[in-house]
């Protein structure tokens, strides 16, 4: 199988994209890794060394994180996030991942790669953390803002055969992201959601609140795409004030600072348990070909962790299984 | 002034409401506390003591937390609840605080004492700690599931208002719940309200995103009921995961133990820093008297802290105000 990264994509590129992929070369012999983007900036990180399973696809351009989407997408012809999305269209590779804009990486799906036959909204999905460790993947993350019912349903089915396909798990539970438990509760669009969502086969574990989804309710959890990012922001921003005050506070007194310093390796083990960069690779889910977006902060560790969840959705055959399931098979 | 206390709702009730009403009758003599519920239920806390300014209104019937709240304000005349809001309603009470069935306390307000005239729908408000620990007003928090952008316009003018006469605050910023902080950022519900917030008499500090709220960069934040309820149960949901995970990693060996026993006043200071308990008492913007909510699980030091709020929107003239902005005075 092959897997293009964009190199030039992330606030570590393309040192992270580089040491990713040189460690994941080693490990998966069975795949062929293409970096794509500046070839005089890739090549000096690969210490002249010859990997027979690395290659680089030269581009020229890169696609910056401010970079109005759709306009970088269309004008930007030879940056390695559209190259590596091209590739994945016309089949020189299986999966592309990239850590860059996230809005532009919407656009190449949709203009790029196209969407998959019969999906009217792709949606952009993130993997949290739960407090059991198997993560929720939750979808949509703002590909969608004014979601239908119906695209809320195609999350639902999309979500399921993803983590049944990639993450190994059967009947994946899927709970809609709403105000309360009960079945009438929410808005129009989840109360009209609901109903299909009891009909579909899938294993539909009904409404999940906001304050349930860490607790690990549920395996999928759909949303429209502004709620979600309401959602995925605000679990960032509490966790992030709750360090902030708690550093404040065992840093304010000698006593503390040396308690603390005892505590240290757990304190960090908690970090890492809360921080959602540690499920880096979250698809996109619709269109019609592999891509895959990694955190913007990705490190080299968190691009590996991207490139396994893409060697399993390739091994996994998930857009083969979205089509069937789309055409009803 | 006079403030009618809902004795029966409440994880607590009616201890903790009684407890809250013999210290702030103590500590605010010039107001009469008037606590609705169950006689034979209060009087023993009284303990046979008189107090001055504390006086009974006795009502037989009590809203439970699983009551359908719409139901149970019309068929339970003689609840505490409604007992209350009709207080209001009649002049007889300045302002009401229950602590009960959130959803039937805005059926008290809507039902009972009525709408202000020219407002749709009313919000219902929380206040969230901030770091700064100024705090920030949301609203709305579930009232109107389906907000229209006129609606979240209403919002920051009663929001705007509340926060000048009850907590002093000089042009307070009001922010619009968003999903980035540029101008055509958003669904078609924020992308509307935000050309309505522009050109209002209010000092719009523009979208907040759900990450920056607890940073305090805005003192009244409006949203339709659907993503505040995401927004305010993701935080209270990440707080306590947080919570849960420290609690579990400090108690993992007797090292941690050791060191975590030396910290625990700073974890209860931490805990105490972001928990929105310690902001109790937010009102039910829109209603034509002082309708303010009090957490479930209120105790008495929370119920004060709520007394203290009905207090300072009564002195404040809250509805006078709110009233005059409506009729364009």
Redesign the interface.
């Known amino acids: 199988m092959r897997i293009a990264i964009d190199a030039m994509g992330g606030d570590h590129a393309p040192a992270a994209q580089v040491e990713a992929v040189l460690s994941s070369a080693a490990e998966w012999p069975d795949t062929e890794f293409i970096l794509v983007g500046r070839a005089e900036a890739i090549e000096p990180l690969l210490a002249g060394k010859r990997h027979p399973n690395v290659a680089i696809e030269d581009a020229k351009e890169i696609i910056e994180a401010d970079d109005e989407p759709v306009r970088a997408v269309r004008r930007k012809a030879d940056s390695s996030m559209v190259v590596a999305g091209r590739m994945v269209k016309e089949g020189r590779a299986d999966a592309m991942i990239s850590a860059g804009n996230t809005g532009a990486l919407m656009a190449v799906g949709l203009l790029v790669v196209g969407r998959l036959k019969g999906i009217e909204r792709p949606g952009l999905t993130s993997m949290l953390p739960t407090?059991d460790d198997v993560g929720v993947l939750v979808l949509d993350l703002?590909a969608n803002?004014?979601a239908k019912p119906e695209q809320l349903l195609q999350y639902a089915t999309m979500g399921s055969i993803y983590r049944e396909k990639v993450n190994g798990l059967k009947k994946p539970r899927v709970g809609l992201?709403n105000?309360g438990t009960e079945a009438a509760k929410?808005?129009?669009l989840?109360k009209a959601a609901f109903e299909l969502l009891e009909k579909a086969p899938i294993h539909f574990v009904g409404n999940v609140?906001?304050?349930?989804?860490?607790?690990g309710v549920c395996d999928v959890l759909v949303c429209?795409?502004?709620?979600g990012?309401?959602?995925?922001?605000?679990?960032?921003?509490?966790?992030?004030?709750?360090f902030?005050?708690?550093r404040e506070?065992?840093t304010?007194s000698w006593?503390?600072k040396?308690?603390?310093a005892?505590?240290k390796p757990?304190?960090r083990?908690?970090r890492t348990?809360?921080d959602y960069n540690e499920y880096n690779g979250a698809p996109l889910l619709g269109v019609n070909g592999l891509v895959i977006k990694g955190h913007g902060s990705s490190n080299a560790r968190a691009m590996k962790t991207a490139i396994r969840q893409a060697r399993a959705a390739i091994q996994g055959g998930v857009i083969a299984a979205l089509e069937g399931e789309i055409r009803g098979e």
């Open positions: 407090l703002g803002m004014d992201l105000v929410g808005n129009e989840t609140e906001a304050r349930d989804v860490l607790e429209d795409g502004f709620s990012n309401i959602l995925l922001k605000a679990m960032e921003g509490t966790a992030s004030a709750t902030k005050i708690l506070e065992l304010s006593k503390n040396l308690a603390a005892v505590l757990s304190f083990k908690v348990k809360m």
